[in-house]
């Protein structure tokens, strides 16, 4: 797998694009960037090849004193959002050299990382689509029930990775092969085709797609 260089942003909301043979598909809207360069790891100091990105600007006293410190050595000023990016070659970055929207262009084929919507404590249909109990022809005491979860004399204890009630989203999700249907350069966004996860102004990360070939980013 080839590592490339991607951008961080964030998503907006979703709309719908009219092409030329006047059919409509839905996009999602993503502020991508510009992102500086806030730090490069070596493999000689840090054991692998990254460039570290930041995005969106934030006052420099509302930044922890270590942060700040780590801001100030880079140049860049300080930023809400730090991610890394492990790459093969830097292709010529350098600290606070900025990331900008321009590294894709439209037919791209890319892959998509964002936080899924958090739904709270959710039971065993919702989560996990279990079909619950018949709701007819006799008395059923557990209607949405997720059944057994053990036995008694083995394994006596709960299997790992059960599937039971718990939280509901809020995971780390990655959409694949997903298409670039525009790039607005002159207003850092993406228009990307379909939805994507996360709700209106979650980070996302955007790099180019891993598991199929055509048109893609430049590796760096």
């Known amino acids: 797998m080839k590592r490339t ?9 979703m709309t719908q694009v009219f092409l030329e043979d006047g059919s409509v598909i839905p ?9 500086s360069v806030v730090q490069k790891k070596t493999k000689e100091n840090d054991g692998y090849e990254a460039l570290q990105l930041g995005f969106l600007p ?5 930044v922890k004193k270590p942060l700040a410190g780590h801001f100030k050595k880079a140049g860049t000023g300080a930023f809400y959002t ?39 404590f959710a039971g065993v249909i919702k989560r ?13 005491e557990y209607f ?22 718990g939280q ?6 990655t959409l694949q092969n997903i298409k670039v249907v525009d790039v607005k350069e002159d207003q850092n966004l993406l228009l990307l085709k379909g939805g994507i ?3 209106p102004t979650g980070w996302v990360l955007i790099r180019s797609a891993t598991k199929k070939k055509g048109s893609a980013a430049p590796s760096v």
């Open 144 to 165: 949405r029930h997720g059944g057994s979860v053990g036995s008694a004399t083995f394994p006596h204890h709960t299997f790992k990775g059960l599937k039971m009630p």
């Open 82 to 120: 730090l991610k890394e990016f492990r790459v093969e070659d830097f292709g010529g970055y350098e600290v606070s050299q900025e990331v900008k929207v321009n590294l894709f262009k439209p037919g791209d084929i890319v892959d998509v990382t964002g936080l899924s919507k958090g739904k709270g």
């Open 168 to 173: 509901h989203g809020n995971r780390k999700v």
């Open 27 to 35: 996009v999602t809207v993503v502020e991508a960037g510009p992102c």
């Open 5 to 13: 260089l991607g951008i961080i942003g964030r998503k907006l909301g």
């Open 58 to 62: 934030k006052n420099s006293k509302r």
């Open 197 to 199: 996860p996360g709700s």
């Open 128 to 140: 996990h689509k279990f079909h619950g109990s018949p709701g007819s022809h006799g008395t059923h």
